[in-house]
């Protein structure tokens, strides 16, 4: 790597090109979590519905109070999860930079080199702003996932003990 300065004029554009790939990537990955929550979602209802209808076949006799139990557990499970995938969903307001309205102020005033290490510096606010939000989704997200284990150990739990009833 050439450190001597007769570099300097690449300089900008590879800071520029490194900041915009990151802030890039880091809107991919917030799109990857809204769309890993949605399935989530989507399956944690459907599970819940499912297993719910395949205790209607059994008779609950003996031990329906258990079984009782182990639904609610899933069901306040279910609830939990709900919540935090809304909060991992909550609209935050997402850090864009650069302003449109001074960058087309800025090109009309400097040239090109200043201007990729204005955009890029301002790109790396962006996505250091928008970071910690991220970490605050990701977590969100970590706990709809556990949430959704536990939701289903309950109803496998529920099923098996109906059906242990019923025999």
């Keep these: 790597m050439n450190v ?6 690449s300089s900008p554009q590879v800071f520029y090109e490194v900041a915009m790939n990151r802030l890039d990537a880091q809107m991919n990955r917030m799109e990857a979590i809204d769309r890993k929550l949605a399935s989530l979602m989507g399956f944690a209802s459907v599970i ?36 935090f995938a809304i909060r991992a969903y909550r609209f935050m307001e997402w850090d ?3 302003n449109l309205k001074k960058l ?18 301002e790109c790396l606010c962006s996505y250091e702003d928008n ?9 969100d997200g970590r706990k709809v996932m556990w949430l959704l284990a536990i939701e289903t150990i309950f109803l496998v739990a529920a099923v098996f003990s109906g059906l242990a009833c019923s025999a």
């Design 96 to 98: 864009f930079r650069p």
């Design 131 to 139: 970071e910690k939000k991220l970490v605050s989704k990701t977590s």
């Design 104 to 121: 087309d102020e800025y090109c009309k005033q400097y040239g090109d080199s200043i201007m990729r290490d204005w955009v890029a510096r």
């Design 48 to 83: 819940i519905a499912i297993f719910v209808a395949a205790l209607q076949f059994g008779p609950l006799s003996r031990g329906a109070l258990y079984v009782i139990t182990l639904l609610g557990l899933a069901g306040a499970s279910y609830v939990a999860l709900i919540i």
């Design 4 to 9: 001597s300065g007769s570099d300097s004029q």
